[in-house]
């Protein structure tokens, strides 16, 4: 009886070691779930494109491979805001781990329809004052993000090189865009400090463009724009009218050089992004968490010069900002 029991008792343990064994295996075999990652962008232009790539670089630097061991449903509301809500709408139904806003309206509708899992910001000049977050330092929330706020002392020190006769500057920006205003506002002090007479139009949208545009030509020596996703969607359109009038456009946005813009100090777009993809990367990792996560700025720009510009329209670069562009920015002839 003895004997019965014991082999018994033998097979009871085999029969547990097999499927322990067994389980094991099956988990290892078993693939992990791929993390679904949303990426919502306001609507398509150059400095907006050039963001979004750089998120997905910054993704594959910590590892993830979109179609390998990433899912990224990517969603461009082409500048409608129903779209902007649909889209928040349809990461939150599919659950997606974490999403990510490029520019503030696309962070808006994201921060507005999902509160539970993180929400990244791509690139928004002041997430705080657009309301996005309690404090830059210490968000507090489920959002988090990177900040593409410009030098703007950088910026108008650059004008002025440019300009030394300048009597009147004018500033251009869509009055819908909460990135665009709180810039226009601290560019106003900004101004005030350094005795700049700035003269201030503003848009509601691309329709108003030309009548704007060609209306602050007739007044101003010169016309800053702001991070403005509305102008730089129709940066063709300010640029043709200056042009007609010889007065020079300095944005503040790398991108918007290359599109006509005489020259900036500006935050590199592609970094911005790579920024992004990044911090992604380590929320997803769990490493790092969007509550105690500080908003990440770029404090300083890299100069661009668009020479061809300037010869067009009759502007000399200085010397010494040329040397630079060569050296350590970027010089496009």
Known sequence: MKKKYLISGVIVILVAVLGFAFFQSSQKQKPQAKPTVGILQLMSHPALDTIHKG????????????GKNIKIDFQNAQ?????????????ANEDADLSIGIATPSAQALANTIT????????????KGAG??????????????????APLKEQLNLIKQFMPKMKTLGIIYTSSDDSAV??????VKLCKQENVRLKAYSIANTNDLTQVAEQAVRSVDAIYVPTDNTIAGAMQTLVGAANNAKVPVFPAVDTMVKQGGVAT????????????GKMSAQILKGKKKPSSTPIKFFRHGKLIINEKQADKL????????????????ELIK
């Open 132 to 149: 996005l977050v309690k404090n830059n330092n210490k968000p507090g929330g489920n959002i988090t993000g990177v900040s593409d706020q």
């Open 314 to 329: 009759g502007i000399k670069v200085p010397t010494n900002l040329l040397k630079e562009a060569r050296q350590k920015g």
């Open 116 to 127: 539970k899992k993180p929400v990244i910001l791509g690139a928004i000049t002041d997430p």
């Open 265 to 276: 100090y500006g935050i590199d777009q592609y970094q911005l992004g790579v920024a992004t």
């Open 55 to 66: 998120i997905i670089h910054g993704l594959e630097e910590e590892g993830y491979k979109p």
């Open 79 to 91: 500048n409608d805001q129903s779209n902007l809500k649909t889209m928040s709408t349809k990461f």
């Open 182 to 187: 709180a810039q226009y506002k601290m560019f």
